[in-house]
């Protein structure tokens, strides 16, 4: 049997984005447009993989919190086959439980929003702002928190990694596509708030489609 084309497997890409503010040293500044932390398909996919193995060893190890645990601080993950299993059957068992204290995603601050705001102010022609440092002050000036706060914040957003991108394949989606679909698109422009859609058309009736969406 002749397949004219390849298998395509689905996968998702998850990047975490700081906002970017027109006018940063407004109190109420206005969102002019995110700008996602630097990574690449491969590390997202190898940390996404390395997130998950961890996970799923405390998981098959007996340990009731973790799946918790790992959808407060990757939420996107919930897409994982079994993950989503994992959860629904511990919590028809009645043995889904939290760990005590602060879930994980949860902050005062959004490390994400101090980056953001941060980088906005730096780059803001109406300041004369050239280092963290300084941002950090005109944060604590603004009112929005206290320096330790912002520059804990900030340093926390580029740090840590559950504000680096994941990408995962869906397995049990796969579909064959013609391989001139797969080709490389014309370069479009996602603006904030915006989508953009990429079929692939496969050999018969059946279609994958690609979603990419700016929130």
Not at 132 to 152: M, N, T, V, W
Request: some cysteine; proline content about 7%.
């Amino acid at each position: 049997m002749k397949i004219d084309g390849s298998e395509g497997v689905p996968a998702r890409m998850v990047l975490p984005a700081a906002p970017i503010f027109e006018s940063p040293d407004h109190h109420s500044p206005r969102l002019a447009g995110v700008r996602t932390l630097p990574t690449s398909p491969a590390q997202a996919r190898g940390h996404a993989e390395e997130v998950l193995a961890g996970y799923r060893a405390q998981v098959k190890g007996g340990d009731r919190t973790a799946i918790l645990e790992l959808l407060d601080t990757y939420p996107e993950l919930i897409a994982v086959p079994w993950v989503h299993e994992g959860l629904v059957r511990l919590a028809q068992g009645g043995m889904l439980r939290r760990r005590r204290g602060r879930p994980a995603g949860r902050f005062k601050l959004h490390p994400l929003f101090a980056v953001g705001l941060v980088y906005s102010l730096i780059g803001s022609k109406n300041e004369h702002i050239r280092n963290p440092e300084q941002a950090f002050g005109r944060i604590e000036a603004l009112g929005i928190c206290s320096y330790d706060s912002a520059k804990r914040a900030y340093y926390q957003g580029l740090r840590e990694d559950r504000f680096r991108g994941v990408l995962f394949k869906l397995p049990g989606l796969q579909a064959i596509v013609q391989d001139q679909a797969c080709s490389s698109p014309t370069p479009v422009v996602l603006l904030p708030g915006g989508s953009i859609t990429a079929t692939l058309t496969g050999n018969s009736d059946k279609t994958a489609r690609i979603d990419f969406r700016a929130v």
